[in-house]
């Protein structure tokens, strides 16, 4: 699929022509430059041949088009590939559904939240995230700033859905669990003695990199909603917020780590790496073909090539990652987001000998 701004459809337009007579295909025409000045779709301007079997015969073996009398629609323009003139610009209709619509598809279908993120994308300099970023093996302050957003998702708008309000509580179910205190255990012991957490709580990217130490995946099973758009699959992730350290040997072994507050908050990414279907899409609306959802699910990084048609919305191209990576490689614009929400504070007691 010819992504936005890319070529026409097939059909595409020509300028006319003057100063010759034969059908700009012919032979005996030349298969001219001429001097296309008139703007007009392809259908709309005659040739001056009487058939197409004349046509065929000026193209195979010559001849003059001089006394062609009777004229025909122009069965394509191809001299228009060759035009001469420098400011011809067909008509904004005319182009192909492409990648740079579909916030405006969002908008309509009221997923504000997915239109926002891929408008930002779509506005940062080309940029593709590393699969260290991605995977969080690197710190989020390694990556660029211009590229990690912390204010576009809050976890009020998140909890009003019902998966997010799920996997919520599923984590504060876990958050005493043996997994949680071996990885608070790790944490405390790097910590200095008879340290506390700061007076000014720290910001949401630096509070993940040191301290996130318990998660909960947030899946879509079919549901079509903004947060499916926005985000798709990400997590929910618990750090200490309020904390002290009391060692009173003053080593690292010994003593007890308090927290009283711990700060749950979303991590994902918005990036196109690897292989992945993202529906079917035209200026209508959207959908997805069960085939090509199956599939997904089936094998992992798979893509959809394939158009399809809806009774309601017609014919629907398919998008997918690639189709991103491709506009971003030929636009120079495109850069994969790192995404944090802000912080929900949630009381707790937790004592944990160190």
């Known amino acids: 699929m010819a992504g936005y701004g890319g070529k026409s459809g097939s059909a595409g337009f020509w300028q ?31 040739s001056p041949v009487t058939d197409y079997a004349a046509l065929t015969q000026l193209r195979t073996i010559g001849g003059s088009c001089a006394e062609a009398t009777t004229i025909l629609p122009h069965p394509s323009a191809p001299a228009a590939r060759q035009t001469s003139v420098d400011n011809i610009q067909p008509p904004a209709a005319s182009a192909a559904f492409g990648i740079q619509d579909i916030p405006y598809v969002m908008r309509g279908l009221g997923w504000t939240k997915s239109a926002a993120v891929m408008d930002k994308w779509f506005a940062g300099a080309a940029r593709e995230m590393s699969e260290e970023e991605k995977t969080g093996k690197l710190p989020a302050s390694a990556v660029p700033s211009a590229y990690v957003d912390t204010t576009l998702f809050t976890m009020a708008w998140l909890l009003g859905f019902q998966r997010v309000a799920k996997a919520y509580s599923q984590l504060k179910k876990i958050l005493k669990s043996a997994n949680a205190l071996n990885e608070l255990t790790k944490i405390a012991r790097a910590l200095p003695s008879d340290s506390a957490s700061p007076v000014t709580p720290l910001d949401v990217l630096a509070l993940h990199s040191r301290f996130q130490f318990q998660l909960v995946q947030v899946g879509y099973d079919g549901e079509m909603d903004d947060l499916y758009g926005s985000l798709g699959r990400f997590a929910l992730y618990a750090a200490p917020l309020e904390w002290r350290v009391d060692r009173p040997n003053k080593g690292r072994a010994g003593g007890v780590f ?42 992992d990084e798979s893509e959809w090539q394939l158009d399809a048609w809806s009774p309601t919305l017609g014919m ?27 912080i929900v504070v949630e009381s707790i007691q937790l004592s944990i000998p160190i």
């Open 16 to 46: 006319g022509w003057n100063n010759q007579s034969c059908h700009p295909d012919a032979p005996a025409g030349g298969g001219g430059l001429g001097r296309f000045r008139i703007p007009g779709s392809l259908d709309a301007w005659p």
């Open 316 to 342: 629907m191209a398919p998008i997918n990652n690639s189709d991103f990576r491709a506009w971003r490689t030929r636009h120079g614009k495109g850069g994969d987001l790192l995404i944090f929400s802000d």
């Open 258 to 299: 308090e927290i009283s507050k711990i700060g749950i908050y979303m991590r994902d990414t918005f990036d196109f790496r690897n292989a992945q279907y993202l529906g079917h899409w035209n200026r209508q609306g959207m959908g997805i073909v069960l085939a090509a959802g199956l599939a997904g699910r089936l094998v």
